[in-house]
Nanobody
Framework: EVQLVESGGGSVQAGGSLRLSCTAS????????MGWYRQALGSECELVAI???????AYADSVKGRFTISVDKALNVVYLQMDSLKPEDAAVYYC?????????????????WGQGTQVTVSS
């Protein structure tokens, strides 16, 4: 059974950093396009970062220059390094396969989603 399991969320002060991990089981990341979405309470689902199978990356304007997505194919883990966090970054963060910039509803479109990890940023 394919599983994506996120970890690393927590509470930080504005300006702080967190690193999220997404561990994939029964789903090799060697040829996978992966993404990190987030959804704050009362807001749309937002794709914030993708990493393609060829290693290319792309980011939403809201996180560009502050977040970094990477993959460790040996460990089968996707990371999201989040620096200079702002209160508006607070959300539940999900990793998903086959990310789509046009997808505004979490847990749709992409075949595989994790259960999410909460990030809280205090001002």
């Amino acid at each position: 059974e394919v599983q994506l399991v996120e970890s690393g969320g927590g509470s930080v002060q504005a300006g702080g950093s967190l690193r999220l991990s997404c561990t994939a089981s029964e789903f090799p990341l060697d040829d996978a396009d992966m993404g990190w979405y987030r959804q704050a309470l009362g807001s749309e689902c937002e794709l914030v970062a993708i990493i393609n199978a060829d290693g290319s990356t792309a980011y939403a304007d809201s996180v560009k220059g502050r977040f970094t997505i990477s993959v460790d194919k040996a460990l089968n883990v996707v990371y999201l390094q989040m620096d200079s966090l702002k209160p508006e970054d607070a959300a539940v963060y999900y990793c998903a396969a086959d990310p789509d910039w046009g997808n505004k509803i979490c847990h749709t479109g992409s075949i595989y989603w994790g259960q999410g990890t909460q990030v809280t940023v205090s001002s």
